[in-house]
């Protein structure tokens, strides 16, 4: 998608980062790439010396002091485990470490390994003190993965960057985690276009394009890291229950709100819920819309006053 023309790209948690202007801003753009590596830095379970590791290496052992951004990211999301605790779990490091999928040695552990680190996988078992700012892991062998909202939460902060530097327009992409920011000059309504990849295409195909302005467009699906194994796919969202990736009818879940921490934490979510119930409770909260692509080919949008979707493949069709 050609939505404005500046574009900056750097290689950075583990995907490509773009940022996309209508004008030229090396300062805003440095800022913004200074801080990814921080935060980066900070968050990671892929480094052994970043803030979350040192919370996972001294679990069963003693609680960690971590920085007020690393805290209250940790907060949340244990606020969100413990709530959606059927489908949502930022314990499930144990399980992302045995399985490794998209990683290099990804394979079906044993039921064994697995029953196993599944009891070292209850939020419960993280204790927060928020005066001291420390986090403690009461298991040993218990670890935080943040995987699932890091790149949501970045995002969000480098909107406000960006409005600090009085860019109010742009794309910002981490990696299929998208900000459109404002509105756009090149369509005339001033919506951004986004592409909605078509899971499993080799070609970079869409299957459709989302029109947004002021938005964040998140999407969790099961395409972009997986193996397969005796003819089944394994990908890289778990059912926290069972400790397998989830088994249902979507192949992909786009969701798109005001805050992309909240839009990275729902598609994970819905994903783990299944059309139906997060459907119901969309219906509820008319302030987030999603788009779910499900395996039998069909589309459909929820709350799509939100956004506009324009079906760019043949093989889909749009339910509402
Ligand atoms: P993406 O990686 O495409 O952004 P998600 O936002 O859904 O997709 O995040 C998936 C990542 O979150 C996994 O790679 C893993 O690190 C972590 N994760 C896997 N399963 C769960 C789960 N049930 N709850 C919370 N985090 C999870
Ligand atoms: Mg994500
Ligand atoms: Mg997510």
């Not at 302030?287 to 692509?293: D, P, Q, T």
Request: with cysteine; aromatic share 10%.
């Amino acid at each position: 998608m050609v939505n404005a023309n500046y574009e900056y790209t750097q290689h950075l948690m583990g995907t490509t980062v773009s940022l996309m202007l209508l004008e030229p801003n090396e300062t805003a753009v440095q800022s913004v790439f200074e801080t990814i590596k921080i935060l980066e830095y900070k968050l990671t379970v892929n480094r052994p010396l970043s803030e979350v590791m040192s919370i996972n290496l001294a679990a069963g052992q003693h609680p960690v002091t971590v920085s007020r951004p690393v805290f209250s990211l940790i907060e949340q999301a244990q606020k969100v485990s413990l709530h959606f605790n059927s489908c949502f779990n930022l314990a499930i490091g144990p399980l992302v470490k045995l399985w490794k999928i998209g990683f290099q040695g990804d394979q079906v552990p044993s039921v064994k390994l697995i029953k196993q680190q599944l009891l070292l996988t209850d939020p419960k078992n993280i204790e927060l003190d928020a005066n001291k700012h420390t986090v403690f892991l009461k298991k040993t062998g218990m670890e935080i993965d943040l995987g699932a909202i890091a790149k949501g939460y970045i995002a969000d902060v480098i909107k406000s960057i960006l409005l600090q530097y009085q860019v109010y327009k742009g794309i910002i992409n981490l990696g299929g985690n998208v900000f459109a920011l404002g509105s756009s000059l090149t369509d005339d309504n001033g919506y951004w276009h986004i592409g909605l990849r078509k899971p499993f295409s080799t070609d970079d195909k869409l299957s459709g394009v989302i029109k947004v302005i002021n938005k964040s467009v998140v999407t969790s699906g099961i395409y972009e890291r997986f193996f397969i194994q005796n003819g089944h796919l394994y990908h890289h969202i778990f059912d926290p229950q069972t400790g397998y990736p989830l088994d249902n009818e979507l192949e992909s879940v786009t969701v798109i709100s005001d805050s992309s921490l909240e839009g990275d934490i729902y598609s994970t979510v819905f994903y783990g819920w299944g059309l139906d119930k997060s459907r119901e409770y969309l219906q509820k909260h008319p302030n987030l819309s999603a788009i779910f692509l499900l395996k039998n080919k069909t589309i459909a949008l929820v709350n799509p006053n939100n956004f506009i979707f324009q079906k760019s493949d043949k093989q889909y069709t749009i339910k509402l």
